[in-house]
């Protein structure tokens, strides 16, 4: 209450003061967490954990080994993820802006080097992990997180718009990286550097014509990758196996894409409206679907939550993006908008990929199912891009 002094006489003596109280404004604290986004990240990790579980508890107990054998290093993962939220979201994102290059410098540099042979690890033709003790690290979930700063750094520092010349510099700053984890080959992270990368330039005002025509070139790059056999022979038959499910009686290694492909939507299909139930699938109890835990998490979550268990944690990754576009739109500087609006397409294109591979509506990639999927690197990586947004809405006051 501020005190106001006012004047007043009695009769016809002097005039005599007395002091009167009137409400003084007082400017509510700013909330600096967005407890929704982190409260809907975490949740969605501890589904994921569950899912982890009941994924490959039965393949564990055939082998003779603990079935929480990956329940247990998810958990790790999860924790460790949390961490890296927190440590990032405290770090003050404006400070990102003068080494964003670094940043990104360091990420080309790491896909580099997990290339080199005894360094990196090679498995099954690929080239795209390190092992640190029992822990594999697949430094391209990181480079997409990389490519979003710098992408955020350059365009941010040209509030005028983005000329030819700063165009034809954008697409070169992401096709190095895009270009290297494409070779490593990951197939699914370089697609979805591709579509964060339009989808910055989008939202940095390129006009529409010229996203049009970039739009058009790669899909000429996709035509001309596929056309010169730049892709292995099993990445080109995992991407279209979604064209050929109508194929009665196919053959070769295309009969194993198929095979999985209907493997997982019959998964999907088994669960019904309410699912199976905790640890009573068919389908995920005797590991009929490939990679359960991993790229086909989503048919774990439908057969034994079903229809409104799938729908339900659809609804929370969607959630959790709402929020970050929410956080862009709060943001007072293009910067922090931008790292928002990339983080945003990261967690959302990752879900509608991969929950879209798994019903057959989209090609086969080894995309995660965001906090759900297992996988130490790309849990840790998805939690350090909500910290990004946490660190960008705790500062949305200037």
Same mark, same amino acid.
């Given at each position: ?7 007043y %006489? ?9 002091? /009167?109280?009137?409400?003084? !404004? ?22 994921g ?5 009941? /994924?490959?508890r039965?393949?564990l ?13 998810q958990?790790?993962?999860?924790i ?33 080097v ?6 990196g ?13 029992? &822990? =594999? +690290? ?14 955020a750094?350059?365009?941010s ?13 954008? *697409? ?5 990286? +895009?270009?290297?984890? !494409? ?5 699914g ?10 989808? !910055? ?7 529409? %014509?010229?996203?049009v ?7 000429g ?10 892709l ?21 290694? *295309?009969?194993n894409?198929?095979?999985?492909l209907? =493997?997982?939507?019959?998964a999907?299909? /088994? ?10 699938g ?13 790229d086909?998490?989503f ?29 862009g ?13 990339g ?17 057959g509506? !989209? ?5 995660p199912?965001?906090? &759900?999927?297992y996988?130490?690197?790309?849990? &840790? /990586? ?5 910290? *990004?947004? *946490?660190?960008?809405?705790?500062r949305?006051g200037?």
């Open positions: 209450m501020a005190a106001v002094q006012t004047q %006489r009695l009769g016809s003596g002097p005039a005599r003061s007395t002091t /009167a109280r009137r409400p003084l !404004m007082v400017k509510r604290p700013t909330v600096v967490v967005d407890v929704f986004l982190a409260a809907g990240a975490i949740a969605a990790a501890v589904v954990v569950v899912m982890v579980y009941t /994924a490959t039965g393949i107990i055939q082998t003779g080994t603990s079935p929480t054998h990956y329940m247990k290093r958990a790790l993962f999860v460790l993820g949390i961490v890296a939220m927190v440590v990032v979201g405290l770090f003050d994102y404006r400070k990102l802006e003068t080494f964003g290059m670094a940043i990104y410098g360091l990420s080309i540099f790491v896909l580099v997990a290339m080199v042979p005894h360094v690890s090679h498995t099954i033709g690929s080239a795209r992990w390190f092992n640190v003790g029992p &822990i =594999q +690290i697949q430094p391209s979930e990181f480079a997409v997180l990389g490519l979003v700063i710098a992408v750094t350059y365009c520092r040209r509030p005028e718009g983005l000329t030819w010349r700063d165009l034809v510099k954008v *697409l070169i700053l992401g096709a190095v990286p +895009i270009g290297l984890v !494409m070779i490593q080959p990951d197939l992270t370089g697609i979805i550097m591709s579509v964060v990368l339009l989808v !910055m330039l989008a939202v940095a005002g390129l006009p529409t %014509r010229i996203l025509l970039l739009l058009l070139g790669a899909a790059v996709v035509a001309v990758v596929l056309g010169a056999g730049l292995h022979h099993y990445q080109i038959l995992r991407i279209t196996s979604f064209l050929h499910q109508s194929t009665k009686h196919p053959t070769g290694t *295309l009969a894409a198929v095979y999985n209907q =493997q997982s939507k019959d999907i299909g /088994a669960g019904g409206l309410f699912g199976t139930g905790l640890t009573h068919t389908y995920t109890n005797l590991g009929y679907v490939p990679e359960q835990q991993t086909f998490i048919t774990a979550v439908a057969e034994q939550l079903g229809f409104v268990g799938a729908v339900g944690v659809l609804a929370l990754l969607g959630f959790v993006a709402w929020r970050m576009l929410r956080v739109q709060l943001s007072r500087d293009d910067f922090g908008r931008l790292i928002c609006v983080v945003f397409t990261f967690i959302a294109f990752s879900t509608f990929q991969n929950a879209g591979m798994t019903m509506i !989209m090609p086969i990639t080894g995309i199912l965001p906090f &759900i999927s996988g130490g690197t790309a849990v &840790i /990586a998805f939690f350090t891009g909500v910290g *990004l947004v *946490l660190s960008v809405y705790a949305r200037g």
